[in-house]
């Protein structure tokens, strides 16, 4: 008899946790290379990125002109090289890091503990991409562009 209750315990406990857990570590999905480009000042960091581009092409010119062994030379490229290189990570992090952000938020709205790319997805799970750029565009106080919501 006792034997029986603590079998009927256990099978009500896990009847009544498998659901919690299931739906706890519920899978979502992004398409993130979408989200890349969807970010709502996309042309703007890009516009930003050229026009540092620009900047420090005239500064080496600049300083190229005062040089002259090819060592010299070499190394002051390099330098150019070296911080163009840190600005465009520097634009990219900050990109990054407000899509994830984002994208948290959208998965714990929902209930989403864990986020893949869509390309790892084989089948099953909650496509997040639409809700995603909805909420970087509100977060922006502005609407998702036609273009845009046509890809979606």
Sequence with gaps: MKKTTVGILLILMVALFVPV????????????????????????????????????????REDVEKLESDAEIQDLT???EFRFEQIEQQIRVDLVGFILKVIED????????????DNLII???????????????ELFGATVPDDIREQM
């Design 123 to 137: 089948y099953g799970g909650v496509n997040l991409t639409v809700p995603v750029v909805e909420t970087m565009y």
């Design 78 to 80: 390099e330098f150019y």
């Design 21 to 60: 857990m299931a739906s706890a570590s519920e899978i979502g999905y992004v398409d993130f290379e979408f989200l890349f480009y969807a970010y709502p000042e996309y042309d703007t960091k890009n516009k930003e990125l050229q026009n540092a581009l620009e900047e420090l092409e005239v500064q080496f």
């Design 106 to 117: 959208v998965a714990t709205e929902n209930g989403i503990s864990t986020v893949l790319p």
